[in-house]
């Protein structure tokens, strides 16, 4: 995972620390080839609103980018959140990054909620988006 996750942000977000609690007390999805991990998506329960899950990171490795892995990992997890009770997803996303913003909100339904500016410090700003499960067929 830790590769993936340099692959997919040319730095590693997640730490041994995080992913033990993450995949512990979170939702871990995997996407596999070959009994060969290629991607994941980690989401987190809301302490205040148990229907509501934070998706803390979805990532791809490199060479398999671009071929539709991602938006398929990030269809099955919805899917799946959904199925087990959940109606709310939140996430958030760099400004710049249109292609994530295209698959967020074009083909998945995202809205934006909000700008937050400095979430992860000086100069990383983000936007914060959330998807109804209720109200969006993710089958569309």
């Not at 041994?16 to 329960?45: D, T």
């Not at 909100?105 to 000086?122: I, L, P």
Request: net charge neutral; proline share 2%; charged share 25%.
């Amino acid at each position: 995972m830790f590769k993936i996750d340099c692959d997919a942000f040319n730095e590693n977000l997640l730490s041994n620390w995080s992913l033990v609690p993450f995949i512990r007390f979170g939702q871990a999805f995997g996407l596999f080839e070959s009994n060969s991990l290629k991607g994941f998506a980690i989401f987190m329960r809301a302490w205040d609103n148990p229907g509501l899950a934070y998706m803390v990171e979805i990532a791809v490795e490199g060479e398999s980018q671009g071929k539709g892995y991602g938006s398929y990992l990030l269809l099955q997890s919805l899917l799946h959140l959904k199925k087990n009770g959940l109606s709310i997803v939140t996430l958030t996303v760099d400004p710049s990054n249109l292609r994530a913003r295209h698959i967020y909100c074009d083909k998945f339904g995202f809205e934006f909620v909000e700008y937050r500016k400095n979430e992860y410090g000086q100069g990383h700003d983000r936007l914060f988006l959330g998807l109804d499960l209720k109200k969006r067929d993710l089958l569309e």
